[in-house]
């Protein structure tokens, strides 16, 4: 219909007829179907895409090396101070180093979008929001479990502590579940990265008030009352416990409690971060917030 | 039938300044458009830089609100309904903005036609055909981070075409872009209204909307000062005629003078190098060449010539005069 078209041939790419390539499987189930895609092939391009430390020359010293300096810093401390036992600082640190790929790189890759100005492109898609924000978090999960297991085992292979092989498996599901409660805290963070130019100074943030706050380091009853209590609502407080107690020979069954409490926290901080990206997202079609990078 | 129906839109935006004493602003961004665009045909939105056509672009798009009045695209309203309207529009970006730099241009497709729902059995194939309509096979497996800016935006337009939506918004898609590689697009462009697209592009190039649109509104400040043909949009000025003169070194001043001189529309000045070129556009039935000369003292004056009025002088003279 161009009235003087430079060309009107209709090439391969645009032929097919109105929204032929749309998938239309119908009903819940089709629409189910499309969410289990972008939660995880969606979830693990948009990774690789927004989260920039998985060049091996960032990954290996920024997330397998400096754990392990991170331990063995608190562990010389904690020997010259005569304060807490060896393991007590490699679990305490292996675990909690898992922050920095879980809440750096969960807030890199959701709160990235509108640094790349690539937020306006994904919300104009008809792509379902849960699947869509939620999914970039399972990539996320996976490699904070690998970050805190490398840090434990090296960690404890270099000072030489002792757990016994029966405690490897839950020790690794304590892992797990730390790395996701902590991951529930980077989505919030991710929400709170939509709104503050600085993400990295939050993340930052966040990572020293782990540091300190959740028994990693510090007893928790060395802390102030107040702050101590605090800290039952962070991730790796729970999760750190149930460590310890299973590497000094717990049955799993004792610490299930404290499992459940990390999973628990962890599901709360991610409801609360996605319903905030929700929020931001209806609010910057009223206000356009999201746009002003 | 109307696929595109703007109707009395409108979209203010409050910013605040000062971070002692704040103030708060109230921009009006949008102030009331109307337009409608039939099926398969291609609508041009002419304004220059913060006129509103990215705003009208974005409510259009469900990416804003309007803060009044009521946009429909396929009939959907596109706040009620958005998710619909999402399913069947492409949005194709200018410029730089909008694309993962660290993935390929094929992970950059792979992701959004996850996003578009497109069937995973035939989304190669898809991405394929799409690669090979925007001049990008071979080139598919290099990051973005290295891509020129034409091959940019020859990925946006394959990406807003993934899942073949009927109608598509195209917004400044050739800025920047070198002229072979623009025309490439514009080759591109046409073909989506021969296959019964729908088409809404903004632009700043005139002949550009005058080579591709069948219709265009011009929008200045917020408002559209002109809709039409782009003959009947010629037409408008067509009764006059534009004087042009080559200068070097003229003053504000002049230029002010010559817009204050009877018969004159309008004055645009055009930094050349080292010479500016004065497009004058004036009445009809009017000689007005020596009078315009007499303004420029001063300035050394080169070559002088008159022509009759483009869709670029047309453009100029509505958005000068709003």
Avoid at chain 1, 175 to 192: D, F, K, P, Q, R
Wanted: glycine fraction near 12%.
């Amino acid at each position: 219909m161009s009235n003087t078209a430079p060309e009107s041939r209709v090439p391969r790419g645009v032929r097919g007829g109105a929204g032929a390539w749309l998938r239309r499987a119908g009903g819940a189930a089709g629409q189910g179907r499309v969410g289990v895609r972008v939660f995880f092939v969606g979830g693990l391009i948009s990774y690789r895409a927004l989260f920039g430390w998985l060049s091996p020359w960032v990954f290996i010293p920024s997330l397998l090396v400096a754990p392990v300096f991170q331990i063995l810093l608190f562990v010389y401390i904690g020997r010259s101070a005569a304060l807490e036992s060896d393991e007590f600082y490699v679990i305490g640190n292996g675990l909690q180093y898992a922050s920095i790929p879980c809440v750096f790189a969960m807030t890199n890759i959701i709160a990235g979008e509108r640094f790349q100005q690539t937020l306006g492109s994904i919300l104009i898609t008809p792509a379902p929001r849960l699947p869509l924000f939620v999914g970039r978090a399972l990539p996320v999960v996976l490699n904070g479990f690998f970050v805190a297991a490398f840090g434990l085992v090296v960690g404890g292979l270099i000072v030489g502590i002792d757990v016994p092989a029966s405690a490897y498996g839950p020790l690794a599901l304590v892992t797990a579940v730390s790395a996701l409660s902590c991951t529930g805290l980077g989505l919030l963070s991710a929400g709170l990265g939509l709104i503050v130019r600085e993400t990295a100074v939050l993340s930052n943030v966040i990572f020293g008030i782990l540091l300190v706050c959740t028994g990693a380091n510090v007893p928790l009853d060395a802390l102030p009352g107040w702050l101590s209590t605090a800290a039952q609502g962070l991730p790796f407080t729970h999760g750190i416990e149930a460590a310890r107690l299973l590497a000094d020979g717990a049955a799993f069954g004792e610490v299930a409690r404290l499992v459940g409490s990390e999973g628990l926290i962890g599901i709360v901080y991610a409801t609360a971060g996605y319903l905030l990206i929700r929020v931001l997202e209806l609010h910057s079609r009223k206000h356009a917030t999201l746009e002003r990078a | 039938m109307n696929v595109v129906e703007a109707v009395d839109l409108r979209r203010t935006y409050k910013t605040t300044t000062g971070t002692i004493r704040r103030r708060s602003l109230e921009v009006e961004a949008v102030r009331g458009i109307s337009f409608a665009i039939a099926e398969g045909e291609l609508f041009g939105l002419l304004g220059p830089n913060g006129a509103g056509k990215t705003t009208t672009i974005k409510m259009l798009i469900t990416l804003l609100i309007p803060t009044s009045g009521e946009a429909r695209v396929l009939g959907h309203d596109v706040v009620e309904d958005a998710r619909w309207v999402r399913e069947r529009i492409g949005y194709v970006f200018g410029g730089d903005r909008g694309l993962y730099e660290r993935l390929s241009a094929m992970d950059n497709l792979r992701y959004f036609a996850e996003l578009y729902g497109v069937e995973p059995k035939g989304q190669r194939a898809r991405i394929d055909e799409l690669l090979e309509l925007v001049g990008l096979k071979g080139r598919e497996k290099e990051r973005v981070e290295g891509y020129s800016r034409g091959m940019r935006q020859r990925l946006h337009i394959a990406r807003g075409l993934l899942h073949d939506p009927p109608v598509v918004f195209l917004d400044e898609p050739t800025i920047g872009v070198d002229p072979v590689g623009a025309r490439e697009l514009r080759a591109t462009i046409a073909s989506l209204t021969a296959s019964g697209k729908t088409v809404l592009l903004t632009t700043h190039y005139m002949f550009e909307a005058d080579a591709l649109c069948d219709r265009i509104a011009v929008i200045a400040n917020g408002e559209i000062v002109a809709q039409g043909t782009p003959q009947e949009l010629k037409a408008g000025v067509a009764d006059g005629s534009v004087v042009e003169v080559e200068v070097f070194g003229v003053e504000e001043r002049s230029v002010e003078r010559l817009r204050q001189l009877a018969g004159v529309r309008a004055v645009t000045v055009e930094d050349q190098e080292q010479k500016q070129l004065l497009i004058v556009q004036t009445a009809p039935g009017l000689e007005l060449t020596h009078a315009i000369l007499s303004q420029l003292d001063g300035a050394s004056v080169g070559r002088v010539s008159s022509r009759e009025p483009t869709l670029e002088d047309a453009y100029v003279a509505l958005v000068t005069a709003a």
